[in-house]
């Protein structure tokens, strides 16, 4: 862990204020931050590699309004054969700069028909639908965070699945019933991490396409991407409002 935050020193001026993990198709956000420096997680010996079209594998360091950031550019998943723990690294990494705030975002699905693909959900709940260490879902509610009640956002539950295959029709009329909003395949183990070290993060998805069966659709990643792409320029706009006000 010291080689790797060593290696992360290098590309730092001053201590993350800010510092944030973004999900699939969302790293254009770091096209907003000035004064930019770049370690890719390659170039880091012993470090994890990022295998998943959409995750660049970068941390990326700059500035909005003078807030100096630390951005992950990519993330790791469980189904790519990590762990939790190693899932969680990222969040481990930035702990040690102890940042104003935390800000984990995601492309997931969508399981509700009153909202729209390219809404934004702020993340109140995860249910556990993974069934890696329970036989049934569980349910975790997270801290309220305070954001501008002016912001054009949603807020429900996400429910985490394991992957990489996309849920099937009963799965999601399932995780509807027991109150799932948005569905997706990262996130968890990483709010798990947060949970441990006694982080408060905010937690921010991007509804990139319907969950199975409640469109006439096939679920591929690419369109989850493209539609992460389309409205990223929204998306860009929220996190640098949320920062701005933190």
Known sequence: MNNIINQINYIIKDKPEICIILGSGLDSFT????????????????????????????????????????????????????????????VNLFNYYKPNKMIITNSCGCLRLDWGIGDFMLVEEFIDFSFIKFNTPKHYKIKPTTIDNNLDIHRGSYAYTTGPTYETKAEIDEIIRIGGDAVGMSTFPEYLMC?????????????????????????KHEDVLLNANRFKKNFNNLITRIIQSI
Do not use: M, W
């Open 31 to 90: 096209k907003q931050l000035e004064h930019t420096t770049i370690l890719e997680y390659k170039n880091i010996p012993k470090f994890l590699e990022t295998k998943v079209v959409g995750h660049a594998g970068k941390f990326v360091y700059g500035y909005i309004s003078n807030i100096p950031i630390l951005c992950a550019q990519g993330r790791f998943h469980y189904y790519e054969g990590h762990t939790f723990e190693d899932v969680g690294i990222i």
């Open 195 to 219: 949970k441990r070290l006694n982080i408060e993060p905010t937690i921010i998805s991007c509804l990139t396409n319907y969950g199975a069966g409640l469109i006439n659709k096939k679920i």
